[in-house]
């Protein structure tokens, strides 16, 4: 089954880090971009951070820049999200999801982050 | 920046057409394509529609999408609405290499 599946989220203090994995599965990993999109509690989507097929270029929004960091192994089919220096506003869901021109067609279940 | 806005919620029956609406802020929606995504509760998005009007492979056709320049806006227009489509629906394009999201609209089908 095609799918991409996050982990790494959890319970972290103010001013801590984390490192979101995202695996991939049953497609080739290598042709599609990867976004991460959050979900905070009660709100809407954001998009947080996007990669492209080698890991060359990587974009992130302005309230992460400087704090997150994508990256990408396609020998192992993952995406990374280092967050470091998180704040209670990170709070959120947070997925990953695989694109290839506009189309985003496979995402991941999601991973919570709780920072508190 | 360029940015987009959703009303925050719409309620309809089941059967009837909903169309929920985006508008482009500080820039031309038709700059770049726009995507809407359906989240049901407790669920991870999916996509409905992308480069303004297709449909991925399996979102049947009662879901469709538009542009209109004359009011900067954008609009998804769901026909014969079902119980299952009640969920929150989201616009989204690009500011340059940024992903851009509205605001989201709650679509209530009662």
């Known amino acids: 089954e095609v799918q991409v599946v996050e982990s790494g989220g959890g319970l972290v203090k103010p001013g801590g880090s984390l490192r979101l994995s995202c695996a991939a599965s049953a497609f080739t990993f290598s042709s599609y971009s990867v976004i991460w999109v959050r979900r905070f509690p009660g709100k809407g989507l954001e998009w947080v951070s996007s990669?492209?097929?080698?890991?060359?270029?990587?974009h992130y929004a302005d309230s992460v820049k400087g704090r997150f960091s994508i990256s990408r192994d396609n020998a192992k089919n993952s995406v990374y999200l280092q967050m470091d220096s998180l704040r209670a506003d990170d709070t959120a869901v947070y997925y990953c999801?695989?694109?290839?021109?506009?189309?985003?067609?496979?995402w991941g279940q999601g991973t919570t982050v709780t920072v508190s | 920046n360029f940015m987009l806005t959703q009303t925050h919620s719409v309620s309809e029956s089941p059967g009837k057409t909903v169309t929920i609406s985006c508008s482009g802020r500080s820039g031309s929606i038709a700059s770049n394509y726009v995507q809407w995504y359906q989240q049901r509760p407790g669920s991870a998005p999916t996509t409905v529609i992308y480069e303004n009007n297709q449909r991925p492979s399996g979102v049947p056709d009662r879901f469709s999408g538009s542009i209109d320049r004359s009011s900067n806006s954008a609009s998804l227009t769901i026909s014969g609405l079902k119980t299952e489509d009640e969920a929150d629906y989201y616009c989204q394009s690009f500011d340059l290499n940024n992903w851009v999201f509205g605001g989201g609209t709650k679509l209530t089908v009662l």
């Open positions: 990669t492209s097929t080698t890991g060359t270029y990587k």
């Open positions: 999801a695989r694109t290839s021109g506009y189309l985003t067609d496979v």
